[in-house]
């Protein structure tokens, strides 16, 4: 299992995903809690870039990283 996501995340590596949500729903030092397409997923905030544009939240994530948590 490991040896998959490590292949995946060379496979993916520098590709991003950027994706709207409403809200982020909690935050800690180290994390955030988000909810997209009715699903809830933490991601470490060293790995996302958050981006406000009037009023949106945008997400830019690694596409390894998204694929795992709504996969």
Excluded: C, Y
């Excluded at 729903?25 to 790995?47: M, V």
Aim: net charge positive; charged share 35%.
């Amino acid at each position: 299992m490991k040896d998959r996501l490590d292949l995946e995340k060379i496979l993916n590596f520098g590709r991003k995903i950027e994706f709207e949500v409403n809200e982020i729903h909690h935050e800690t030092p180290t994390g955030i809690l988000i909810e997209w397409n009715r699903q809830n997923a933490w991601f470490p905030k060293d790995k996302v870039k958050i981006l406000s544009e009037n009023g949106t939240i945008k997400l830019r994530v690694p596409k390894w990283l998204f694929e795992r948590k709504f996969s």
